[in-house]
């Protein structure tokens, strides 16, 4: 079992409202019978969301888009093939960042989420001013709304984005009077992905990870990882009850609605499929994602060789 990364007290962060974790149907979820708009070339890509992530966390956004914005058209990409994220450097973090915002930014998007919290944290600065198009993290979004809620905040997180220290510094930006811990969780998105759940090593791995955050009576935790929420009910049989559970997903979707409107490009028709694309093994993730969709989508593969052609130029005018 690989050790939490901790990351010691310090100010800032509170939490938000618990949240179902599944839903069988989804306003605009693809149905069963979905077709991928790549079977349609003449659709109009430039008025789709991009939303991308290592593997299935970013589905927690996309529900909450489902829910917040129904009528919005969305691209979602799972970096599949380069996972996990959060225990690489932020060199090759910037540089898988890269390669999507540039292949989004060929299909049109108007907009980009980064559903990652690792991008969000090594990455999302750097490229903001490298793309023509609006790009939210989730970060601000999750702190600012943890500390409407607690004062003794937990963070579990990636390696990387616990060694950061964005939260903290987000979470400080807002109420410096708060305390907060961070505890980097190597094995949890590997869990995840490999679909192990309901396994009693997953139940342990949750326990050895929570344990410094319960020894310092946190009252708030935060998903540091768009993954995570997918673990509540394991997370949910060690916390107290009195803790909160903070997802970022919901209120970084809070931040997308704004920027719409801010920038008046709130779609009101119908909107199209959603497309799955990954860099990785197409039914891999579309059996994966089908328990948190309700559904199983079609999905494309993107070679990522392709994307790392199509970021070159970007890497060699640095």
């Known amino acids: 079992m690989q050790k939490p990364v901790s990351n010691a007290s310090v100010p800032p962060i509170s939490g938000s409202v ?10 605009h979820a693809p149905s069963q019978t979905f077709q991928a708009p790549v079977a349609v070339p003449d659709q109009p890509q430039r008025f789709r969301i991009g939303v991308f992530d290592s593997g299935v966390g970013g589905l927690t956004v996309l ?3 489902y829910r917040q914005l129904p009528t919005e058209s969305l691209l979602y990409f799972a970096d599949t093939a380069r996972l996990p994220y959060g225990t690489r450097s932020q060199a090759e973090i ?10 989004m930014q060929q299909q049109q998007v108007k907009m980009v989420v980064m559903a990652c919290n690792t991008s969000s944290a090594l990455a999302l600065e750097t ?11 989730v970060i601000l979004p999750g702190a600012r709304a943890a500390v409407q809620v607690g004062q003794r905040i937990g963070v579990i997180a990636t390696p990387a984005t616990a060694a950061s220290n964005a939260y903290r510094r987000a979470i400080a930006e807002v109420d410096p009077t708060v ?17 192990r759940l309901s396994e009693p090593y997953t139940h ?3 326990q050895e990870y929570l344990a410094p955050l319960l020894d310092h009576q946190i009252d708030t935790l935060v998903y540091g990882c768009t993954h995570y929420p997918h673990l509540a009910p394991v997370l949910r049989t ?14 970084v979707v809070g931040a997308v609605a704004q920027e719409l409107d801010l920038l ?12 799955f694309c990954v860099s990785g093994s197409t039914n891999h993730f579309a059996q994966l994602s089908a328990q948190w969709l309700g559904c199983t989508p079609v999905v494309e593969q993107i070679d990522v060789r392709t994307l790392a052609c199509q970021s070159v130029s970007l890497e060699s005018a640095e």
């Open 18 to 27: 618990d949240l179902p974790l599944i839903r069988s149907t989804l306003p």
């Open 63 to 65: 529900r909450e888009l």
């Open 94 to 103: 910037l540089r898988f960042v890269r390669d999507i915002l540039t292949w």
């Open 127 to 137: 490229v903001r001013s490298e793309f023509d198009f609006p790009i939210l993290g």
């Open 179 to 195: 305390q907060v811990w961070q505890i980097g969780c190597p094995e949890f998105v590997p869990l995840i992905e490999q679909n």
């Open 204 to 206: 342990l791995v949750a």
């Open 238 to 251: 060690i916390l107290p009850a009195t803790v909160r559970l903070v997802d970022p997903a919901v209120h």
């Open 264 to 275: 008046g490009l709130r779609e009101t028709c119908p909107p199209l499929p959603t497309r």
